[in-house]
């Protein structure tokens, strides 16, 4: 089963404040620094909308028409397109759209009987890679960006049902997380789906990996007692470290920052949802990026760097360059 933000979990605003650790919490950076952008979720009450920022959390713009759920939207590689996939009137289908919310492209037309969560796009921009049961129990397929007849990419056994999956920087190989019962853990394989490997058994839920810029890295969240936290490791699954130490609240989402010096997330306290990010060599370097009065705030991903000379992955695709001011 797709892994969500526990948003019952708002229940935690009983717990005794003394439970918390103390963190500084940093004002947003400069608006020169806004180099890339940062898209991600809300929700209010029922509705649930798609974002976009600059990194810095300035110029917030909701970009989507309105759906009662939407996974993490994905950036492509030039900041040009977002993919995403939401609950419509019909069923949970994939979408692909501009950041500013036009030309929306619904890739998938399935009903009720199918899921189809967590796109992202292949490094060339050219096909969208998903979880479906289309084919059974949860597997990973592929249909390319302007539309067609998906084609199914991996087929491992029921026991192993790759979701949140994510391609490396140089398109070899892809991340994802399966549910084993126990816990969820995560895998690597090359980007045809063979040369399966384990990465984590910790027993507990390890959730959202992504790759940093280089490749050599990934990022993941991690379930700690009554929370989750922010942790990395390099590509192979060895040196797992927590980056992000607060307790007794849900740190979820792992999102790189283009030079790989910072991770935004998504943060939880019990009372409240935030973006923020951190610094990956110091856990006390927090910034609160984004909080919005009555909204949940989830799932973020951060945007590589573009500039105004990027060539756009398709001929209809608005200019590659921050579209929003401070």
Known sequence: MTKRLPIVLLLMATLATGLFVATTVRPARACAESVSRIAYATRTGCDVHVWVMNADGSGATEVSVRYSDVSRPVWNADQTRLTFAAETVSGRNIFVMHPDGSNLVQLTNDDFSIFNDTPVFTPDGSTVMFTSDRGGNRQLWTIPVTGGTPTQLTAYDDGLQPEQARFSPDGTHIVFMADEGSGSNLFIADADGTGLRRLTSSGREDQYPSFSPDGTQI????????????????????????????????????????????????????????????????????TELRSLAGSDLYLPSWGALVTATTTPSTTDAPAAVPAFTC
């Not at 590509?235 to 030079?259: F, K, L, M, V, Y």
């Open 219 to 286: 990022a993941f969240d991690r379930g700690v007692g009554s929370g989750s936290n922010i942790w990395v490791m390099a590509a192979d699954g060895t040196g797992a470290r927590q980056i992000e130490t607060t307790h007794c609240q849900w740190n979820s989402s792992p999102a790189w920052s283009p030079d790989a010096s910072r991770i935004a997330y998504a943060s939880n306290d019990g009372t409240s949802f935030r973006i923020m990010s951190v610094s990956v060599t110091d856990p006390a370097d927090v």
